[in-house]
């Protein structure tokens, strides 16, 4: 069973703060992913990585960053945290095509 | 652009009865559709696939039909339990695309006793 461990459950942040969201998968995929959640939104893609040290922008990068130094890390990283990225973060890591992802229990942050 | 749709925020259902989900794309070169299951402070978990060769795949309770023509997708529980009770979110992905899954806004489904 692939899992998908996310560091914190719940995290509150002050504005203006620089956040670190771990993320770590025992499993070999290549592929992972972070989302974020928002009620009426569903699931938005913040970035994604297909190999260690690379990494693509998804659908709503701006404000945020990545980094994947090791194949079973990849970290998302809000520089400077504002009260428009309060939300549940949820990573993922895939098999590719054709495969699901198999997510992490999320992270629900709120900046304040 | 939402690539993938579902319209109804949320639905309710009788203990026993059919919940049906429905789900839309726009996107043609989508080749693989899933739907997620998603209780509140979890991650989704998968529930059932179709690839884009089938129009019906059927796992248990659950069964997922796929209309190419209409770009319509449904999830059909039957019969709905209480458990049942989640955020249900489609998901599509084109091999062009490198299986990057994009989803939709998500349905929440009670089912109620």
């Known amino acids: 069973d692939v899992k998908v461990t996310q560091s914190s459950r719940y995290l509150v942040k002050r504005t203006g703060e620089k956040v670190f969201l771990e993320c770590v998968q025992d499993m070999d995929h290549e592929n992972m992913f972070w989302y974020r959640q928002d009620p009426g939104l569903g699931l938005r893609l913040i970035y994604f990585s297909y190999d260690v040290k690379m990494k693509e922008k998804g659908d709503i990068p701006e404000g945020y960053s990545v980094s994947r130094e090791k194949k079973e890390r990849f970290s998302l990283i809000l520089e400077s945290a504002s009260t428009n990225q309060t939300s549940m973060y949820l990573c993922a890591t895939g098999g590719g095509q054709g495969y699901g992802y198999t997510f992490g229990s999320g992270t629900r942050l709120t900046v304040v | 652009d939402q690539q993938v749709k579902q319209n109804s925020p949320s639905l309710s259902v009788q203990e026993g009865r059919i919940s049906i989900l429905n789900c839309d794309y726009t996107n043609s070169m989508f080749d693989y559709f899933l739907w997620y299951k998603k209780y509140p402070a979890e991650g989704p978990t998968f529930l059932i696939s179709i690839s884009s060769i089938k129009d019906k795949n059927e796992d248990g309770r659950f069964t997922v039909f796929l209309n190419k023509s209409a770009k319509h997708l449904s999830l059909h529980i039957v019969p709905s339990q209480p458990g049942d009770s989640a955020v249900y979110f489609c998901?599509?992905?084109?091999?062009?695309?490198?299986?990057?899954?994009?989803f939709g806004q998500g349905t929440e489904l009670s089912v109620k006793p």
């Open positions: 998901a599509a992905s084109a091999e062009n695309q490198g299986g990057k899954l994009i």
